[in-house]
Nanobody, 126 residues
Framework: QVQLVESGGGLVQAGGSLRLSCAAS????????MGWFRQAPGKEREFVAA????????YYADSVKGRFTISRDNAKNTLYLQMNSLKPEDTAVYYCAADTRYGGYAQLLRHEYDYWGQGTQVTVSS
């Protein structure tokens, strides 16, 4: 069983920055592929970013490429999402997710993740 707890969300003005954190339980965090997704009101949950077990391979949605950075600290069992140049359209609940089944590769699809956090709200005002 893996528990994921996000933090770091909040209200920020357009152009500002936030850093989200996701603390994971378990002794094998370093073997998981990890990702961030987001869900805006009335919309489907969508992929934001993902990375493999070591952090050496990263993937981003086109909408956040160049503005967001995903990273991990395996010694702290923590996943991060640094969000810069935020836009109102980035407003959503952000979820971290863990894939414990597919060998620690970065996964881009929702169904490839088997554990999810409860989410943290990010609101960007114009």
């Amino acid at each position: 069983q893996v528990q994921l707890v996000e933090s770091g969300g909040g209200l920020v003005q357009a152009g500002g920055s936030l850093r989200l954190s996701c603390a994971a339980s378990g002794r094998t965090f370093s073997s998981y592929g990890m990702g961030w997704f987001r869900q805006a009101p009335g919309k489907e949950r969508e992929f934001v970013a993902a990375l493999n077990w070591s952090g050496s391979s990263t993937y981003y949605a086109d909408s956040v490429k160049g503005r967001f950075t995903i990273s991990r600290d395996n010694a702290k069992n923590t996943l991060y999402l640094q969000m810069n140049s935020l836009k109102p359209e980035d407003t959503a609940v952000y979820y971290c997710a863990a894939d414990t089944r597919y060998g620690g590769y970065a996964q881009l699809l929702r169904h490839e993740y088997d554990y999810w956090g409860q989410g943290t709200q990010v609101t960007v005002s114009s």
